[in-house]
């Protein structure tokens, strides 16, 4: 935490010392940097075939006392509005940053997108409601495509170059069942015959470019004797992404996955790299490793091509070993291309940025309501999207279900930083009072990713992490309405809210 660093060095400066702050989890909850506040006023227009044709409005950020990157996901998020309705081509919405007495804001998980989204969605919702339409036919339908635009925070008109993610909500949607449990507007999917429950059904979306931000550049080394080193500076973050770059590189040059080795991160002894952040390494880093080995691999057999006598385009290289394509088993190792003394062929990866393709989120959730004490529980929720190739299955889909509590799910329910307004001081800094959902509580999650087949070099695939979370709150908002029959507008949905847009209490 930069304020932590900060405290440390100026008393470091003051005592002549070396100083090390330690902080407990209170300590930390107290003082840490919050999501951004967001609250939207507007209107939207719908034409009669479903397409989200204008929107006019201003976008109140609460930025708190300060906020590092406010701007940033300020512009992040009117981007990822466009991406949401793709063909809307009246645009009028402002946004106003203001500073508050509040925590230091900061970027949490979304940058940006789940702050607009969770409020922006409901919003284009009141004309879909009004309209009398499917929430999901139109999302389906808006969804940017191929040959749409948009303004990305580069201030720059990119067109989009992605493939159709109808595919994709309409596997989700059969899977979770939505034909069957939307009823309509505000209208409950079930009842108790008691009338002291109701289920109601809802769903969000959402998209980011922010995968193809900042360059990347590395480096991918033969070494005679039969081995490959990448040169790239990637930090281990959880999301196994040197184990992914490992696949990419084997995979071109075709050698087992244990015979490729990442160097330790060191800005010194690697090329620049951005880091771990907007799910961006698949598609940068990705396409920067494997640019890298198809340039060493080029270098290898241009050189083989020269001692065989051969043309460059009639060799392959398989398992360390040079060999002619119509001639597989006449086979020879890169120590007999290289030569001795033993020399490293290198190849030279580098990525530019580009936002042409965005990525994608469709979230379905159904929850249970309490009509009498406002209590909702989350009965089901299904994430569905399309990555292209899946480069690491596993961790593909604990993207999805690692963000379904903190930042995602619960976001909408229950976790909420409360403050004392009067004394400007957080009552909730503990795991008692800070509500969090156990893993007992935790309901069925299911996801459906697809595999299309993306144009993007690092195997047809793009990163998907960051915004899994993001469409949540918004579509358990919407199921929380439909349960009880009215519009909930605020989170998150706790007892007090659900009976207060109930009427049954001030």
């Not at 989700?172 to 015959?193: H, I, L, M, Q, R």
């Amino acid at each position: 935490m930069p304020h932590l660093a900060l405290q440390a060095i100026a008393l470091a400066r003051e005592t002549g010392r070396a100083v090390k702050l330690m902080m407990d989890r209170t300590d930390h909850m107290l003082s840490y940097e919050l999501r951004q506040g967001s609250r939207i006023r507007g209107k939207v227009g719908i034409t009669q075939d479903g397409i989200i044709n204008s929107i006019q409005g201003m976008w109140y950020i609460d930025s708190g006392m300060s906020s590092t990157y406010a701007q940033a996901m300020t512009a992040v998020g009117l981007g990822e509005a466009q991406a949401f309705c793709g063909k809307c081509k009246n645009w009028d919405l402002d946004t106003m940053l203001i500073a508050t007495n509040h925590s230091s804001q900061a970027p949490i998980r979304g940058f940006g997108g789940q702050e607009l989204k969770g409020a922006l969605i409901p919003l284009v919702c009141t004309a879909i409601r009004a309209a009398g339409m499917d929430p999901y036919e139109v999302f389906k339908k808006n969804f940017v495509k191929a040959g749409d635009s948009y303004i990305w925070r580069d201030y720059k008109w990119w067109e989009v170059r992605s493939v159709d993610f109808t595919a994709a909500f309409e596997e989700s949607a059969a899977s979770f069942g939505w034909k069957d449990k939307w009823k309509g507007w505000e209208v409950p999917t079930w009842v108790s015959e008691d009338g002291k429950r109701a289920i109601g059904v809802g769903v969000g979306v959402h998209g980011n470019a922010d995968i193809g931000e900042d360059p990347t550049e590395g480096f991918v080394k033969l070494h005679p004797f039969g081995s490959v080193t990448v040169e790239m500076c990637i930090g281990e973050t959880g999301g196994a992404q040197r184990h992914a770059i490992q696949k990419m590189v084997a995979e071109v040059m075709k050698v087992p996955f244990d015979g490729v080795q990442l160097v330790n991160s060191d800005t010194h002894g690697t090329g620049y790299d951005a880091g771990m952040i907007g799910s961006r390494g698949t598609i940068t880093m990705g396409t920067c490793a494997v640019r890298a080995a198809n340039d060493a691999k080029k270098k290898l057999l241009t050189l083989a091509s020269e001692k065989l006598h051969m043309d460059a385009e009639e060799l392959d290289t398989e398992d360390f070993l040079v060999f002619p394509k119509k001639n597989p088993q006449m086979r020879l190792p890169w120590i007999a291309i290289t030569g001795t003394p033993e020399m490293t062929i290198t190849g030279m990866g580098l990525y530019q940025q580009n936002f042409d393709k965005p990525n994608f989120a469709l979230y379905f959730a159904e929850v249970e309501v309490n009509l009498e004490t406002g209590e909702v529980r989350l009965l089901r929720a299904l994430e569905g999207t399309d990555v292209g190739q899946i480069i690491d299955p596993v961790n593909v889909r604990m993207q999805a279900e690692g963000s379904f509590g903190a930042a995602g799910a619960d976001t909408a329910l229950f976790e909420e930083m409360v403050m004392d307004k009067k004394l400007g001081r957080f009552v909730s800094g503990n795991m008692i009072d800070y509500k969090w959902r156990t893993f007992n509580e935790f309901p069925p999650f299911d996801t459906v990713i697809l595999e299309s087949q993306f144009d993007t070099e690092s195997f047809h695939a793009l990163g998907f992490g960051e915004i899994s979370g993001s469409p949540a709150p918004s579509a358990i908002l919407m199921a929380v309405s439909n349960a009880i029959g009215a519009e909930v507008k605020e989170y998150p949905t706790t007892p007090a809210v659900v009976l207060k847009a109930m009427g049954k209490i001030e």
